[in-house]
């Protein structure tokens, strides 16, 4: 607050801002004490935020420990890195695997003869390029703009797949022209010829001033097994699925057997454990911390009057010392893997050595003890997911209405064999799930229905922006049948009627959508997204997803599910956690209404204070003010005195 203007007490000697000063603290001594409590308060607040921080960090980890993936985690290893590394996915089986890089993939390579400049024009022509069965580009080139470079770039402008580029190899004609393929094996090997002025530089090995090939192009070559091996050619580099859901990435010719091990990521799956108990355990100790009193020091942790906390906490360590119903005795608590409370400290203690004994010696039932799991008398209908607001309590009775259906292609009658596809028919524009496709299928002659359901497949499925949008394209009763990769009505397919290659393929240009699966859960209509049923929201069905894969009408399946270790402490932490419900967000609400509350009454005061510190300082300026008129005043009569006495004395001298 601001200070008496002017200099205190000049005239009455009296130190009035002093006074003023200590007159307001005297009034302002109960906001100072409510001032203290604010900051109590506050205090709390903080170490409030800080738990629930610590809270949500474990809760976290258990989003992890909820997803069945966690738990199939895969690792795979060679026992040659340098020749073969390798992969896996989660739905990799666990094995050894006896691998032999007979040779890797090359791409095709060309090179033209030698020519004294990069720079001089060659003259005008058109350059023939395609690779492997794709389509053909035919590149124009105009004489003044065909030099080497200028070639080199139009033939990397033309969305060929290759590379081109000039190089110089230090001899009397050093510019050479490469091309090659931007993908390796003999699928992708290069053709290519041109016209005119371009003609000598493009052909392929007809004498020794043409093009020649530096690198053939080589599928690679892998065995899998011993004794009686299976040889498998692929195109690339990188194999998929020799092993199921393994991918090889092949590096150079094996000198012996490499051995792929492919084994459960049982260490990767303990670390995520261990980091949940490791979070949970410092949100217990900091509680624990907060609100004990310490007898040595007299001093009480901020949150001592805070039981509420404490009983909140006790709600998820219960959960975790209890029994998973539907589990086997022998592996339906953390105990039988090694994991206990210590009740000496409140926090949870982990036998590492234990817990990898069972993780090696029985994952799945380690993966049942955390997950969600659930049963069916049906194969078609199976247990995906469920939801903190699924009631496991009963088996769920499920009904299916209507399977889910693929968005098929409807046909106007089989292909006419042998088919040849040319410039004039090979066109096939189609719209997938509203997304447009210029489809342009491969030149030849086609014998079979199979050969041709495979081109029409890979052409539409080589271009499409999302993986969402590939289809498959099979044989039924001698037509094609092209239809969506995913199930639902969200599917959709559309051939453009103008499609020059539609008529020939068989192919109706109506619209055609996917189905999504209708059922009832417990009687109560259920709701479909493609192959998957959900249970309505509101029912105890709530958040329960299944995965239907029938082809029929099913009815009086029963589907029981169990939720895991990780479901039933995330559900006790969300109670204390959730920003709308959580009983500690409630909390730190609590504690600013009262922050708000106070900042308003000390705010309210201080206002009135000022006020007051003014009324003040004005009654002790204006005391002041007459002290100084006072005297004024007397200094005026002291001189009028002192000149009547020199008059007297004057007189009494006779002058």
Do not use: W
């Amino acid at each position: 607050m601001p200070a008496i203007e002017g200099v205190s007490g000049l005239s009455s000697g009296i130190d009035s801002r002093a006074i003023v000063d200590g007159m307001v603290a005297a009034d302002r001594a109960a906001t100072a004490v409510l001032e203290r409590r604010k900051a109590t308060i506050e205090s709390r607040q903080t170490a409030v935020r800080s738990y629930n921080t610590k809270l949500l960090s474990a809760q976290l980890d258990l989003s992890r420990l909820k997803l069945p993936s966690t738990f199939n985690a895969r690792t795979a290893s060679s026992s040659a890195e340098s020749a073969v590394t390798a992969s896996a996915k989660s739905s990799a089986p666990v094995g050894a695997y006896q691998i032999d890089v007979v040779n890797i993939a090359t791409a095709h390579q060309l090179a033209a003869a030698g020519r004294e400049s990069a720079s001089t024009a060659i003259g005008a022509g058109t350059i023939t390029l395609k690779v492997g069965n794709g389509a053909e580009k035919s590149i124009a080139i105009a004489a003044g703009s065909s030099s080497l470079n200028d070639i080199a770039l139009a033939i990397n402008q033309s969305g060929a797949e290759v590379t081109a580029s000039v190089v110089n190899d230090g001899g009397a004609n050093p510019h050479r022209l490469l091309i090659q393929a931007s993908n390796t094996g003999v699928a992708n090997a290069i053709t290519i010829s041109a016209s005119d002025a371009l003609q000598p530089i493009f052909n392929v090995g007809l004498n020794p001033t043409d093009m020649s090939t530096l690198t053939t192009a080589v599928d690679a070559q892998v065995t899998l097994g011993g004794t009686t091996p299976l040889t498998i050619y692929s195109s690339s580099n990188t194999i998929e699925n020799i092993i199921p859901d393994v991918t090889l990435t092949i590096k150079t010719p094996t000198t012996s057997t490499a051995t792929i091990n492919v084994n459960n990521d049982s260490s990767g799956i303990q670390d995520k454990i261990k980091t949940f108990f490791t979070d949970l355990n410092t949100a217990i100790t900091f509680l624990s911390d907060n609100t004990k009193y310490n007898a040595t020091t007299r001093q009480a942790g901020v949150l001592l009057s805070e039981s509420d906390l404490r009983s909140g906490l006790n709600s998820v360590i219960q959960e975790l010392t209890g029994s998973v119903t539907g589990l086997p005795s022998s592996l339906n608590t953390l105990s039988a893997i090694g994991i206990r409370l210590n009740r000496d400290k409140g926090t949870f203690d982990i036998d590492e050595a234990a817990l990898s004994a069972k993780l090696s010696s029985d994952p799945t039932g380690v993966a049942r003890l955390f997950t969600n799991t659930g049963t069916s008398t049906s194969t078609a209908v199976q247990f995906a997911a469920l939801s903190n607001k699924t009631k496991t309590t009963q088996p769920f009775t499920v009904t299916i209405t209507q399977p889910a259906q693929r968005a098929l292609v409807a046909t106007t009658g089989a292909p006419i064999l042998p088919l040849t596809i040319n410039t004039l028919n090979n066109g096939l524009g189609i719209t997938i799930n509203d997304h447009h496709y210029s489809v342009k299928l491969a030149s030849g002659t086609y014998a079979s229905v199979e050969s041709l359901a495979e081109q029409v497949q890979n052409a539409i499925n080589s271009i499409v922006t999302s993986n969402g949008d590939k289809v498959s394209v099979g044989v039924n009763g001698g037509a094609l049948s092209l239809e969506s990769k995913y199930y639902g009505a969200g599917q959709s397919i559309k051939i453009d009627t103008a499609a020059t290659a539609r008529v020939d393929l068989g192919l109706s240009d109506v619209k055609v959508n996917g189905v999504d699966v209708a059922g009832t859960i417990n009687g109560i209509a259920a709701t479909g997204r493609g192959q998957i049923l959900e249970g309505k929201s509101g029912t105890t069905s709530e958040g329960l997803a299944l995965v239907v894969t029938a082809t029929s009408v099913l009815t009086g399946v029963s589907v029981s599910a169990t939720k895991g270790i990780a479901q039933l402490s995330s559900e006790s932490i969300s109670k204390l956690t959730d920003i709308e419900t959580g009983s500690v967000p409630r909390k730190d609400k609590g504690y600013q209404v009262d922050i708000d509350s106070m900042n308003k009454r000390i705010k309210r005061v201080d206002d009135l204070l000022t006020k007051r510190r003014a009324r003040y300082e004005a009654r002790f300026r204006q005391m002041e003010q007459l002290i100084q008129g006072f005297k004024s005043q007397g200094d005026i009569l002291t001189g009028q005195i002192a000149g009547f006495q020199n008059m007297a004395a004057s007189r009494a001298n006779g002058t």
